[in-house]
């Protein structure tokens, strides 16, 4: 039996908040976690929505029945099978959009890119391989994959503004993960800003407003 591969074009699927144009002051990218799609995940978001401020959230381009052979629906960005293909893809896929919409924006517009629990990894992977401007990173609930060479991108990610905002009773963030981040830190060189909030697996509105007034 011998593998083969074919590379085929697939539609994916976005949604907004906002409308494009020069008045436009910040664009944030923001990424769901697994088994969310794009439009729950967006509501999170509506805060936002303020006439300055545009928000793109794509959606995994792998959806599943979330219970059974029917009923909800749910993304995922990738699985292990054919992982780096998957990851290829999705990098190719946000940076498509990420251009599509500053080609219509001021210059100086501010670009937020927020990943949330497996969106966090993402768009480190996609940063990392396509290195596109931005100004802030955003992991929410979510950790810096640990497969990646940060050492080696420390000059490109030394300008921009590198979050991590965690629930203390998030179940994914153990305190055993979160050492291996300063490790990584530590080796790399590279700084994450850590904040942790009360609550568990989310984003609380107010978390999220007080995020939004820094980074103004």
């Not at 976005?14 to 995940?41: K, M, N």
């Not at 300055?52 to 959606?59: G, K, Q, R």
């Not at 290195?131 to 300008?159: I, R, S, T």
């Not at 629930?167 to 963030?173: K, T, Y």
């Amino acid at each position: 039996m011998e593998q083969h591969k074919l590379n085929v074009s697939k539609t994916a699927q976005y949604y907004t908040l906002g409308q494009p144009g020069l008045h436009i002051r910040q664009l944030w990218i923001v990424c769901h976690g697994y088994a969310q799609l794009a439009s729950e995940f967006l509501q999170d978001f509506l805060q936002l929505d303020n006439g300055h401020t545009l928000v793109v959230a794509p959606e995994g381009m792998n959806h599943f029945y979330k219970k059974g052979f029917s009923g909800p629906v749910g993304a995922t960005w990738m699985t292990r099978h054919c992982r780096e293909d998957e990851i290829a893809d999705n990098g190719a896929y946000l940076e498509s959009l990420l251009n599509r919409y500053v080609a219509a924006l001021s210059p100086d517009v501010r670009i937020v890119i927020l990943g949330f629990s497996q969106g966090t990894a993402t768009v480190c992977r996609w940063i990392l391989r396509y290195h596109p401007h931005f100004h802030d990173l955003v992991l929410w609930a979510g950790m810096p994959p640990e497969d990646l060479d940060y050492q080696a991108h420390k000059d490109y990610l030394a300008d921009k503004n590198l979050y991590l905002l965690y629930g203390s009773d998030d179940p994914f963030l153990t305190p055993d993960r979160l050492a291996q981040l300063q490790e990584m830190e530590a080796n790399s060189g590279v700084d994450f800003e850590e904040k942790s909030f009360s609550g568990g697996h989310e984003i609380p509105d107010a978390v999220l407003r007080d995020l939004f007034q820094k980074l103004n």
